[in-house]
Structure formats: C-alpha cells, structure tokens
C-alpha cells in the first residue's frame, strides 16, 4: 500500500482549492458533500461557482491563489489544470501547513482523492493508486447497485438509538440486533411505513432482543482447503463471516484468514518454532470455554478436516463437554496437487483404488499392507511424507515395487508458489534431499505429471531443471 486509506475528520474545517474551472468544478462537486468550510481562489470563476457561492455553500475570492490563503486549511486542491501555476501554488499551501493535492498529478500529491459511494453516514473509499481509474469506477458502480439507497438514512436512525442498545450485553447479542435492524426489520419498516415507521421498528425489535433467550454457542470444523481462496467452499465462507472466535491451524493461509470479520477473536494453534505447539488438549480447551461463552466457533484445518485432522480427538471432546458441532468439508490436498499435474487419483486400467498416507511417524507403517501398494498402477498420496521419503521408499522396494514407479512431489499446492517434483522411487530421497522444499508438500507415489504439463511447466521455468526430471 503505498496510500494508506483514511477517513479526515473535516466538520467545520477548512478546505481550499486553488482554480476556477473543470478541475475545479469536478473536485468542488465532491467537496461540497462534506460539512467542511469550503474557499476557492481563481480570477475567472466558472458561473457555477459563482451560484454555489450566492447559496452560501462556499467562498469565492476572485484572485490567484496567495501565500497565507491555506493557512489553518486541512486540504488544499490545486487544479488550475496549468502544471506551472499548480506547481507554484502547491508549494505555497505547503507552506501554510495544509496537505496538498495536485489534480491530476499523482506523484507530486501528498494525498488522492478515492472513488467514493456515497451513502452517508456510510461511505466507501476506493482507490488504486492511480493504476486503475477504471476499476475504481466499475467497483463503484458495483457497490452503488448493490447499496441501497435507503441505507445511509437507516444508519442514520440507528445511529441516533446507538445509546438505548447498550442495554443488550456487548458482543453477539448487539451484533445480531443490528444485523437484523440493517437487513431485515429497518428495510422492512421502512417500505411499509416510511421514515416515520423505523423507530417504532427499533423499540419493538430491541425488546425482542432483549428477551430472546442467550445463544448457546457451536463448533464448526471447517475445512479451508490448500491454500487458495477461491477453493474454500461458500459454506466455509459463510461460516467465517459470521464467527466470533476463528481458531486455525499453520497450514490456513493468509488469504483465508482475511475472511473473518475483523471483530471476531483469532486464535492460532500451529505456531512452530522455539516453544511448543498448543497441544490437542489445548485446543480442545479452548473451543469448549469459548463455546460455554455463547461464541460461534470455526475450527479452521487445512485441507478436509476429515483428512489426517485429528478430527475425532476434537469431536470427542465437544460431545463430552455437551457442545455442538458440525463438520464443513473442504478440498484435501490430495485433490489440489493431483490437480496441479494434470492427473486423476484413480484411473480406469490403472488404478481403482488410491491410498491417503500420511507419513507422520514410522510407527504406523508397520501394519501397512506394502505389498499390495507396490504392485503395478497403484498409487498412493502421502500427506507430511518428507521426512520420511527414505523409510517408504525402502518398505516398497523390499516388498518389489518397481524401482521406476513415477512418484511426484507437489509443494504449496493451489498456491502461488506450487512446485513439482518428478522422479522416481529409486530416486526419491536423493530427489528430496537436493530441493529445499519447506512448504507443505504432498508425494504422489505411481503418478507422474501428464506429459503435456511437464512440457509446459518446463518451457516456462527453464531456469528450474531439477523440478523435472524429464527421465521419466
Ligand atoms: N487435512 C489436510 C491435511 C493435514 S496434514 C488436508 O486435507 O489436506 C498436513 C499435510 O497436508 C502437510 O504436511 C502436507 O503433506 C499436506 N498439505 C497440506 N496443504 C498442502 C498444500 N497446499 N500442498 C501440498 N501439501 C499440502
């Protein structure tokens, strides 16, 4: 963000602009919705200005602008549309202390004005930085249709009965009363019975607040899928949308996480580093108290929570403890990576069967059935396999796995920095120990990338030889 968006407070204070003509006009247009004293400096006013200063909705001093005009002024707006005269201007107002805006002129500005939908008190800004003017107006035009315009006078009825809600507890309570005042009961009021009805609606829907029985609070296991936004399912959506408390583990990306609401409590379990993790029983703790407290809880995991998610240990704990819970699937970083090369997890003539694998500790190798795994087409995914490439590769080999099996390594899959890996099982380990592979990564073992992608991919990295290993 090289331009940080604020709102100026300037009910009562001064803004000056510097011109007389279309520049002018346009930004004066703009200005005049706001309750600042507004004055304009230009020895040819356009006629409209000189209207607007008969109504008494700004000064017009018909002269060029002078040293000590913008003294006390908040903003000043050079737009004489003449790059000499703006320039001398704005270094005057400089000096008087007011931040300066040259229309026109993003790069000797100290501030832009943003595309503004104006539903006052509710006003959106939108800018680009200049890239985009364009953009900037198809969001306006967007929002301007989907804003109706009855809001800015509900806001201002609501804000006026701001005081009288403090009798509902702070928190989801007031939230939900609002939320039901903005999207049902004040549009409602207000088409049946005008500006005159939305009071009475107020009084009549916090008295239903107030009574309506404390809400009990909810889990939801949530799947966020791999990483990319756009695969996070609606219902995931949905469900951070409303949260009060959001707890997420590592692998949730930023993205995903931008989605709750800004108020809603964000608890992160999977830190690493020096010091432990929170532990499973941490985690269960915490959902627990925070559902005793009324809050609706998303479980955030990575991936599907029903995948190597510890799902169960959690659910188990919400059903002693009495508390609700739903699960809401999401896309597994299986599907993400296989995916990303172009492949199917199962196969007509190859496979009609896959594994999920997860390679977490060794332990749990021992009852697996390696030699059904290392017979000809199949193909397992291995989740959090990295570590432990060297102690697979060695249980498929001895149970007579071809040592040419494809196996393909896919890191970050789904998001930007999505990377393959593909070579054999005889060369995997070797493979693995090269890269430095630090996101997450998931092994394919009995898929290669389809031979059209590898191309492609390799044509657009040339500088990556070792994430193809084209031997295959
Ligand atoms: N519930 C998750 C898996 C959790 S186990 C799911 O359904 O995907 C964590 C492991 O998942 C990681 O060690 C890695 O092997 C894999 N993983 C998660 N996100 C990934 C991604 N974007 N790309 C590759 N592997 C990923």
């Known amino acids: 963000m090289k331009h940080f968006p604020i709102f100026m407070a300037v009910e009562g204070r001064a803004i000056v602009v510097s011109g007389g003509g279309e520049a002018a006009l346009a930004k004066l247009r703009l200005l005049m ?67 300066v805006n040259i229309v026109d002129n993003l790069g000797d500005s100290q501030f832009i004005t943003p595309a503004i939908v104006d539903r006052d008190p509710v006003t959106v800004a939108i800018g680009t930085e200049g890239a985009a003017p364009v953009l900037a107006r198809a969001i306006k035009a967007d929002l301007e249709e989907r804003l109706p315009s009855s809001l800015g006078l509900l806001s201002r009825i609501g804000k006026a009965f701001r005081a009288k809600v403090e009798k ?7 939230r939900d009363f609002w939320a039901d005042y903005y999207f049902k009961s004040g549009p409602a009021a207000l088409e049946a019975h005008g500006e005159t009805g939305v009071r009475p609606a107020l009084d009549a829907l916090l008295d239903h607040h107030a009574n309506a029985e404390t809400r009990i609070g909810h889990v939801d296991l949530v799947g966020a899928g791999p990483g990319d ?18 707890i997420y583990d590592r692998l ?30 941490d985690i ?13 809880i998303v479980r955030l995991k990575s991936g599907d929570p029903t995948v190597f998610g510890r799902l169960d ?36 003539n190859r496979n009609s069967s896959v594994r999920f694998i997860t390679g977490h500790d060794t332990k749990g190798y021992a009852e697996h059935d390696w030699r059904a795994l290392a017979r000809e087409g199949e193909v397992a995914a291995i989740y959090m396999g990295k570590k ?21 390594v896919i890191e970050n899959a789904s998001r930007p920095a999505q990377r393959t890996l593909a070579t054999t099982l005889a ?6 120990a090269e890269d430095d592979m630090s996101g997450p990564a998931l092994t394919f073992y009995g898929l290669a990338p389809r031979a059209a992608l590898a191309r492609l991919e390799t044509d657009a990295t040339p500088t990556a030889p070792r994430q193809q290993k084209e031997a295959l």
């Open 33 to 99: 919705k706001t309750e600042a004293r507004i004055t304009v400096f230009a020895p040819n006013p356009a006629p409209e200005i000189l209207q607007w200063a008969a109504e008494g909705r700004l000064t017009i001093t018909a002269r060029d602008f002078a040293a000590g005009d913008a003294k006390g002024a908040v903003l000043f707006y050079a737009a004489n549309e003449d790059d000499a005269e703006d320039a001398r201007v704005a270094a005057l107002a400089e000096a008087d202390g007011a931040l």
């Open 168 to 174: 509902l507890p702070m928190g989801r309570k007031r």
């Open 229 to 246: 936004p756009e695969l996070l399912t609606l219902k995931a959506r949905k469900l951070l949308d409303a949260a009060d408390v959001v």
């Open 252 to 281: 949730v990306s930023p993205e995903i996480l931008e989605l709750a609401r800004r108020e809603a409590v964000m608890i992160d379990v999977g830190k690493e580093g020096f010091g432990r993790s929170t532990t499973q029983d």
């Open 284 to 296: 269960n703790a915490l959902m627990i108290e925070h559902a005793r407290e009324g809050a609706q």
């Open 313 to 348: 240990e959690e659910i188990d704990a919400l059903d002693e403890a009495g508390v609700s819970w739903r699960i809401a699937p999401g896309i597994t970083a299986a599907s993400a990576a296989v995916a990303g090369i172009g492949q199917s997890l199962t196969k007509r």
């Open 388 to 408: 432990t490439a060297r102690f697979i590769q060695g249980r498929l080999l001895m149970h007579g796995a071809n040592p040419d099996t494809p196996v393909t």
């Open 427 to 432: 060369e995997l380990p070797g493979a693995l």
